[in-house]
């Protein structure tokens, strides 16, 4: 039984080494995942079952001298089996009691028997004469040796218990060549679904008392070697490669390696390629990059409600000195808010940025993001005031190891932040029609030079940044934001959110959505830095700010979104994202500012209302809401409602 065990599980593993195909590394849409990755470089044989051997099982001589007509079967004996039940051998037959004796047919069975994998070669059926003219058909057969134990070589990656849970039912049965096989394909099963796609059980063999030894070969990576490169440096791309040389291949690993290269946005292809190495079992393994234009000059436009009718123009590299940084400048010029009330003074909004991003910095989890900020724009903090910005930030983001949905970042900035007298006489109008003294505008046009501190966390599982039907999004941040020349006004704010998508049918989705933030400290706090609700990001439906501002706030949405009928259907890709939306927003502001009674806000609000999302890649939606309060509007409402525009999705 040993040596023919080994001849036959040979076979097997020559026809099942490195048996993968192209298929098994296709990936999905570009924008989510790197293009298809490459086949291993040599066509692989596909597994053929292991064929049992043509045999000739021993039939008496006797047959032909005794049996010299044609008789009847009269009944059919089973003899030589222990473990194997009879029945099982007789399920197995084509021939039965009543059927007519044929030596050939008698021969077919008798092969048919020892296909079952647990009997020798040595088998004799023997037709015995009874006196009413019938034969008895006595089968006489001779199992294997039983499989008595295991043992389970040249394994790392996966448990022995593991393996053994496969051959364990083979434990006490005769040996088998059938269900060696199986087992040999369940192992290599076992790895597959673990990601060791070049794993392979090398050997099986038998021992004198009945033990199988079984040897693995797991696919080790001997090399990692990059092409394809030609401004992106080697040690940029081999960085974002964490699978590392002498560790078992798994594919699924280096399929995360290959996303994150994908996701610098230096490459338009990245691939990769298996050979042998000429260490037996060991493997090369080829990342292939095709490198695109990564500097570009854009110019562009748009509509968004703090902003107005904007044009834009810019200049960025996303593979900076080929260090697949990225560093950019942007201008913004916009007609000033619109759909707004006549607390914001009627101004353009100029806005300037240059960043620098570092996506390693330190080590693969962990990024940089440093800008320089220039803004000039009507406040829509504090009325009819005009609002200056100037500063910078430097913001550290890493991924949490334990969670690899979280991200903590730190950020670190100084801002100078001057508000000037817009319209003077009206808000002295104002002022007096209220009976505020006006020495309290003073207070209002309150800036300074601030040194912010502010750490964050974020959490995130959406299943798509374009188009999002499940998952959690949310972040939890603290700013301390530090007076440097006025250390009074030194304040501390908390601010989280939370927001769940459900799916619904197959392309739409419902989300729910809470917000909520606060002062922790400091009473003097200034009035432009106060929360607002009231437009595109918060409360829909209403103007700029036209909730209130203060120094806390609460609010929800629960938001419908659906593609439009038939539009998704077409060839035009960028028509799949679009959504329309049906929505309901509510929130309320504490402790409400000057402004809000002298222009008679509402401070609590309930809107519902309709809107349609284009999710672009790189930005996030855009979105165009007309919304309807379902509440007290205030002085400076409308019951009829308002249109908003907006881009992105804001996390804090």
């Not at 989890?365 to 320089?372: A, E, G, H, N, Q």
């Not at 200056?388 to 913001?395: A, I, P, Q, S």
């Amino acid at each position: 039984m040993k040596t023919r065990l080994k001849i036959i599980t040979v076979i097997f593993f020559l026809a099942n080494s490195l048996r993968c195909s192209a298929q098994d590394f296709e990936y999905w849409h570009k924008f989510d995942t790197p293009a298809p990755l490459m086949q291993i470089a040599e066509e692989q044989p596909v597994i053929k079952p292991v064929s049992i051997p043509e045999i000739e099982p021993e039939i008496s001589s006797t047959i032909t001298e005794t049996v010299k007509e044609k008789k009847i079967i009269k009944n059919i004996e089973i003899y030589g089996t222990n473990v194997i039940t009879p029945e099982r051998v007789t399920e197995q037959l084509s021939v039965k009691s009543g059927d007519e004796y044929s030596r050939e047919l008698v021969q077919a069975n008798l092969k048919s028997i020892y296909e079952l994998g647990y009997f020798t070669e040595r088998m004799k059926a023997i037709p015995v004469d009874n006196p009413d003219g019938t034969v008895t058909l006595k089968i006489m057969l001779e199992e294997n040796a039983p499989v008595t134990d295991f043992t389970v070589e040249g394994n790392s990656v996966v448990s022995v218990e593991e393996i053994l849970g496969v051959l364990l039912p083979m434990k006490g049965r005769p040996q088998n060549i059938g269900d060696i096989n199986m087992a040999i394909a369940g192992i290599q099963d076992c790895y597959n679904a673990k990601g060791y796609i070049l794993a392979r059980v090398d050997s099986v063999s038998d021992d004198p008392d009945g033990t199988v030894n079984v040897s693995i070969k797991e696919g080790v990576i001997n090399k990692i070697l990059i092409s394809g490169n030609e401004k992106t440096k080697d040690f940029v791309i081999e960085r974002n490669i964490l699978t590392e040389p002498g560790t078992v291949y798994n594919e699924s690993v280096l399929k995360e390696d290959l996303v994150r290269l994908y996701a610098t946005q230096s490459f338009k292809d990245v691939t990769r390629e298996i050979e042998p190495a000429e260490e037996p079992d060991t493997y090369n393994i080829t990342i292939k990059v095709e490198e695109q234009r990564t500097a570009s000059i854009s110019i562009g436009g748009g509509l968004d409600s703090i902003t107005g009718v904007f044009g834009s123009a810019g200049i960025s590299d996303n593979n900076f000195r080929g260090l697949n940084q990225r560093l950019s400048l942007n201008t913004l010029v916009g007609t000033g808010m619109i759909m707004n009330d006549s607390s914001v003074m009627k101004r353009m909004n100029m806005q300037a940025e240059l960043s620098f991003f570092e996506p390693y910095f330190l080590n693969a989890d962990t990024s940089l993001m440093s800008k320089l900020f220039y803004r000039d724009f009507g406040s829509y903090q504090v009325p009819l005031a005009i609002e200056r910005r100037l500063g910078g930030e430097v913001t550290v983001a890493h991924r949490i190891k334990s969670n690899r949905n979280m991200t903590g970042t730190f950020s670190l900035g100084m801002e100078n932040i001057s508000l000037t007298e817009g319209d003077a006489g009206k808000i002295a109008g104002l002022y007096s029609k209220y009976n505020i003294p006006i020495s309290e505008r003073a207070k209002q046009l309150e800036g300074g030079l601030f040194l912010s501190l502010s750490p964050a966390l974020l959490y995130d599982t959406r299943d798509n940044t374009t188009v999002t039907r499940k998952g959690t999004m949310a972040s939890l941040r603290f700013d301390e934001e530090i007076g440097v020349l006025d250390f009074y006004k030194t304040h501390g704010k908390l601010t989280g959110m939370i927001k769940q998508y459900i799916p619904v049918g197959k392309k739409s989705s419902v989300s729910f959505m809470a917000k909520g933030g606060g002062r922790i400290h400091g009473d003097s706090m200034p009035d432009v830095m106060a929360y607002r609700l009231g437009g595109p990001y918060t409360i829909r439906g209403f103007k700029m700010s036209g909730v209130g501002t203060g120094d806390a706030f609460i609010m929800g949405s629960a938001e419908f979104a659906t593609p439009i009928p038939f539009l998704d259907r077409t060839k035009f890709n960028f028509l799949n994202n679009v959504r329309l939306t049906a929505w309901v927003d509510a929130g309320k502001v504490f402790n409400p500012t000057i402004t809000d009674k002298i222009y008679d806000r509402p401070i609590y609000a309930i809107a519902t209302g309709v809107g349609m999302k284009l999710f672009v890649p790189g930005m996030g939606p855009l979105s165009i809401d007309y919304g309807i309060p379902l509440t007290n509007p205030g002085a400076s409402g409308n019951k009829n409602g308002y249109f908003t525009f907006g881009v992105g999705d804001i996390m804090y």
